[in-house]
Each structure stands twice: as structure tokens, then as C-alpha cells.
């Protein structure tokens, strides 16, 4: 068994990573893309990783930085009326999800998947590590560096959130039958 | 809460939230790794070189294994499998120490490729030929070539450098242009050029500086990048010996207020500086010297090779964009003082890239500049974008002194490719663009 650093991380984490960043970005070769920079930064820094939290977590840590550089060049090169790119207070706009992507997809999820595109940033990657990553809250609050308080606030301000855009949807299907 | 017959519940969305399709990477492992070794800013990591040092144990322990059993038909089958998939990636390894080293044509001789093979220990034994060595190198060469542009390409846009270097320009040159901005402030731009774009549109001879702003200027969309229309300048610039005129219109934009003239020499600071003219001189249409309202003399020429030495700050646009830019075009006549106060905020427009907490001593030896944090810096502790621009603008300060920087006592060896260890390089141009 090979057990550098690459291996162990990938053998343990690298589905769980790649899921995290392409439900962010929704644009499968982007994704490929942020996950090659998780690992540039994760095999550059490896030796500075003071082990205070699970590798899990840093890993993740790592992946949710490098999403949010993407949004903020992003936001830059769309020339958003931005003087920070604020990825706690704005949207997390991602592309169109690739078709062999949506054929997975229930209509449902698929409505889930385009109310979280209207949710805040913080909001989206909340509700990506609690239940599609199944992350704990001790973990999610880890790896965003906050309070576990701020995550369970901030699921229940999502999930919220997303009944309403949901349900808003729901009314409108039913004026249309 | 009462529900309705059609009522979105918790329960329900809990369930769809719960149920979300896996979404898996189509990619194999190898894959995966074959591209790391590509990147460059991994050319020395430990770490990825463990990574590929375990497949090769993996094979020597199979082949010593084989010297102790007599051969079996099974034992040599698996071996060989093992040997078909490792290729790839200890292809990559020559490669990306090649495409380093020397040219990529040294690895593509095939006869050195059969000649490594003869000498490369026990690979006889296993069943593929040396033809199919070669083949299965060729091949994968092709696959290197068409990853590393993937990678050089995806490197390029993932990168949080902001400069222009020297490895930036193997086939390209720099045109050097200030923008004005919102606030009447000039922004020195970097763009660069394919050398192939700049023989085309000079098929004769290589063009002056002149020709290139002529020629490029007019090309740079400046409202759609958030600047002011401000190039090419009104009236007619002409070169006079080793000096640039700048014939300006009886009335024009550059002369209505202080504020605006100082923008417009800055421009033409940031556009003419580096080029062959030394000075720029303002005249009128009949050839008597322009005089600017501010001033109660004709003026005299400007000079454009004296060496101004700033600091640089950021400034950040209304629209997003950042950039790193002289602040407040102060001088400095050394490069201790212009590196130390870059922590001071002077005014509202340009921002320190040096956060307050950060406290650093700076030396100047021989070879250039040296700041040493006073605790040791850990930056992956700051947002990454900040701690690129907080080096970068250090850097070109030093550049602005025509010295190279080392950063002491930082935590990481090396940074955005930047090798910490060692004095980095003198960047060409701030505020890094391609030319449209």
C-alpha cells in the first residue's frame, strides 16, 4: 500500500472533495480544475499542517478557500459593482450543470439545486457540507472556521430559505395545472 | 404549523437535501497525478515525489520477487499489467524533468528512448517490446504536451500573481500604458503580446515605442475595464531625436485643472517611462512650448529616464478590479525607507497591502533588498490574494529601486511559485493584462 500524502488523501477524501467543489461550481471540468489547485496547495503546505484539526477538515478547509478565490476572480472578470467579493453575504453564482450532470437529477433536486443558486454564499456552502457531504456540525464549523452556533443559525436561515423558494415554485405549478 | 395537501415541508426537503445525487470524478487516480507532476510549482515537492517513489518500489519489489521463484506465465502477466499502467506515470516524471532540463526533443529521440531502455535494469523481462516502449512513450508524449497546455493554461487563469516576469515573455513582449481611472489617477498596465502578433503587425522592422502605443493603444477597451476613454492622447505625439513631443490641442482635457494635468503626466510616466525616448516635451501647433495654466512659465521638457522610486499600494476599483499601484506617486530615495512605511495609510485611495500587525526590518546588501518579519510570517494564515499582493508589492518596490527582494522568516518555503528561500525576481511590469 502506498501511503504518501497524495495516495492517503486521495484514497480517503478525493470523491468526497470533488462532490463538494462541483455541487459549488456545477461545471465538471472546473471542478477538475479547483480539485488539481486543492491538491497543488495541499501538497505545498503539507509540512506547515500543525494537525489541530483532522486532515478531513484541513482538506476541505483548503477546497472551500480555493472555491472562493474562484468566486472572487469570477466576480472581478463579470465586473460585479463589488469593492470585496464577500462570499459570506453574496451568491455563489455557478454555471449550468452539464446534461449527463442533470440526468442524475430529480425534477425536485433539480428545483433544490437552482433555489440554493439564490441563497448566500455562506448559505449554499452550509447546506453543501451538512447534507451532501454529510459533515458534522462540529466539522462544518471547523472547516468554515466559525461558531458551531453560526452553522446551526445558518442552516436553519437555509433550509428556511429554500422551503419558501420551494414552496413559492410549488404554487406556481399548481396555478399552471 | 398546519400543513396543506401541497404544503414543502421540512421533512420533505430534509429527504431531497439528504438524497442528493453522488456526483463522482470520471477520472482515474493516475490521471489525477500525472497532471500534478506536470505543474511546475510542484517540480520539488517532497511529497508528490512520494507519491510516484511507491510504484517504483512496487516494481522492483515484484521483479526481485521473480528473481527468487522460478518464472510463471501468472507471475510475468501480472507484472506486466503492473508495468503497462505504471509507464504513464514514470513517463511524466522524464518528462517533466526534460521539458525542465532540456529541450522536449532530447526525450522525443527515440533512440534515446531504446538506448535508456537497454540500459534501465531488468525490463527485459518483461513482455513488451522495445517497439512498444517506444510507441507507448510517443504516445504518452503526446498526452504530456497536450496536459502541460492544459495545465500552463489553467495555471495561468488559477494564478494570484499580478505582475508581469521574465517567464511571462519567452514569446512575448510587454507594452507598458497608464490607464486613468475613476479618480483621476494614472494606473500603470502591463500587457503583454505575442511576439508572432507584434511580427505580423511590424513585418519590417521592430517598432519604437511610439508605434507600439499607435498601434495598441487604440485596442484597449478602457470603459469596459473600468477606466476613463483617455488613449490615444489628443494631438499628436512625434519622435524628435532621442526625445518625445506631445503637440497638444489649443484646448484640451489635460490642462483644465491641476488635478488633471498631474493625471496626464502620469500617464505618460507609466506609458513612455521604460522606452527609448529620455525626455517629452509639450508644445503647441506653431512649435512654441505649451504653458500649462498651473504654471506661469512655458514648460520645459519632462524627463521620462529619471528613476522615481515609489512604493506600491493597492487601489481598488468601484467595479472589483485591484491593482497595485505607485501611492500617491511619492518618492523615495531609498529602498529601506520606501519598503518600510508600507504599512502607513496616506489617503483615501490606495490602500497599504501590508496589514498593521506586520512589522519587519529591511537591509540592503549587495545583491538587494532583504525584509525580515520581525515574528515569523505564516501566510496561509492571511487571505490568500492579500498575501500575494502584500509580496508582489514588495516586489516591485524593490524593482522601482532596480533591486530584487528576499522575504525572511515566512513560514513557506515558497509561495505562488515564488521561491521564498531565495531573492525573488525583479518583476517587468505591474497590474499583468493580455493584449485583446
Known amino acids: ?98 446534461p449527463e450532470d442533470v440526468l442524475q437529477a430529480s425534477d425536485e433536486f433539480m428545483q433544490v439545486q437552482s433555489a440554493l443558486e439564490h441563497c448566500t454564499g455562506d448559505q449554499k456552502m452550509v447546506i453543501i457540507m451538512r447534507y451532501f457531504q454529510d459533515l458534522s456540525i462540529a466539522e462544518t464549523a471547523q472547516i468554515l472556521d466559525w461558531t458551531e452556533a453560526k452553522v446551526k443559525t445558518t442552516q436553519h436561515r437555509a433550509i428556511k430559505f429554500l422551503r419558501q423558494q420551494l414552496q413559492q415554485v410549488r404554487e406556481q405549478e399548481a396555478k399552471w395545472q | 404549523m398546519a400543513m396543506t395537501h401541497n404544503q414543502f415541508d421540512d421533512d420533505q426537503l430534509e429527504h431531497l437535501l439528504n438524497n442528493a445525487p453522488k456526483l463522482s470524478d470520471r477520472r482515474s487516480k493516475e490521471e489525477i497525478l500525472n497532471r500534478l507532476l506536470t505543474d511546475a510549482r510542484l517540480q520539488d515537492n517532497a511529497h508528490l515525489q512520494g507519491a510516484i517513489q511507491q510504484p517504483i518500489d512496487d516494481e522492483i519489489t515484484a521483479q526481485e520477487q521473480q528473481h527468487g521463484n522460478p518464472p510463471q506465465q501468472e507471475s510475468t502477466e501480472t507484472a506486466t499489467k503492473k508495468k503497462v499502467h505504471k509507464w504513464p506515470i514514470f513517463m511524466s516524471v522524464a518528462a517533466v524533468f526534460a521539458l525542465t532540463v532540456f529541450t522536449g526533443s532530447t526525450l522525443l529521440n527515440h533512440n534515446d528512448t531504446k538506448i535508456d531502455q537497454a540500459n534501465a535494469p531488468e525490463t527485459s523481462q518483461y513482455s513488451i517490446s522495445p517497439d512498444d516502449h517506444v510507441a507507448k512513450s510517443s504516445i504518452n508524449h503526446d498526452k504530456m504536451m497536450e496536459s502541460n497546455n492544459i495545465v500552463a493554461e489553467h495555471s495561468r487563469i488559477m494564478s494570484l500573481r499580478s505582475s508581469v516576469y521574465e517567464e511571462d515573455l519567452t514569446d512575448a513582449v510587454v507594452f507598458h500604458i497608464g490607464l486613468a481611472n475613476r479618480d483621476k489617477k494614472s494606473v500603470p498596465m502591463t500587457y503583454i503580446i505575442p511576439n508572432e502578433r507584434v511580427a505580423t503587425d511590424f513585418p519590417k522592422k521592430k517598432p519604437t515605442t511610439l508605434q507600439m502605443y499607435e498601434k495598441y493603444a487604440p485596442q484597449i477597451d478602457e470603459k469596459a475595464n473600468g477606466f476613463t476613454n483617455y488613449h490615444p492622447y489628443k494631438g499628436e505625439l512625434k519622435e524628435k531625436g532621442d526625445k518625445l513631443v506631445h503637440v497638444l490641442p489649443k484646448k484640451n482635457d489635460y490642462d483644465v485643472a491641476s488635478a488633471d494635468t498631474k493625471e496626464y503626466l502620469d500617464t505618460l510616466q507609466d506609458t513612455f517611462s521604460d522606452s527609448e525616448y529620455k525626455d517629452v516635451e509639450f508644445e503647441n501647433s506653431d512649435g512654441t512650448a505649451y504653458k500649462f495654466s498651473k504654471d506661469e512659465e512655458p514648460s520645459k521638457s519632462m524627463t521620462l529616464t529619471s528613476a522615481n522610486h515609489f512604493n506600491y499600494y493597492l487601489y481598488k476599483d468601484e467595479n472589483g478590479a485591484e491593482y497595485l499601484s505607485p501611492d500617491t506617486r511619492k518618492t523615495f530615495s531609498t529602498v529601506t525607507e520606501a519598503l518600510t512605511v508600507m504599512r502607513n495609510k496616506n489617503d483615501d485611495v490606495y490602500v497599504p497591502v501590508v496589514p498593521e500587525n506586520i512589522t519587519y526590518s529591511v537591509k540592503e546588501v549587495a545583491e538587494g533588498v532583504i525584509v525580515t518579519f520581525d515574528e515569523p510570517l505564516d501566510l496561509t494564515t492571511m487571505d490568500t490574494v492579500r498575501a500575494t499582493q502584500m509580496i508582489e508589492a514588495m516586489m516591485l518596490t524593490a524593482a522601482s529601486f532596480e533591486q530584487q527582494i528576499r522575504l525572511d522568516n515566512v513560514v513557506q518555503e515558497s509561495w505562488e511559485g515564488f521561491d521564498l528561500k531565495n531573492f525573488l525576481p525583479k518583476p517587468v511590469g505591474a497590474n499583468k493584462r493580455y493584449m485583446p
Open chain 1, 1 to 98: 500500500m502506498n501511503d504518501s500524502v497524495f495516495h492517503r488523501l486521495y484514497d480517503a477524501y478525493h470523491q468526497d472533495v470533488f462532490q463538494f467543489l462541483i455541487y459549488l461550481v456545477k461545471n465538471r471540468t472546473l471542478a477538475e480544475d479547483l480539485a488539481h489547485e486543492v491538491y497543488v496547495r495541499v501538497l505545498r503546505s503539507y509540512d506547515q499542517f500543525a494537525g489541530n484539526s483532522s486532515e478531513k477538515t484541513w482538506l476541505f478547509a483548503i477546497a472551500k478557500n480555493v472555491a472562493i478565490d474562484h468566486f472572487r476572480k469570477q466576480a472581478v472578470r463579470q465586473k460585479h459593482s463589488l469593492d470585496f467579493f464577500d462570499w459570506e453575504t453574496e451568491q455563489l453564482h455557478s454555471t449550468t450543470p452539464s
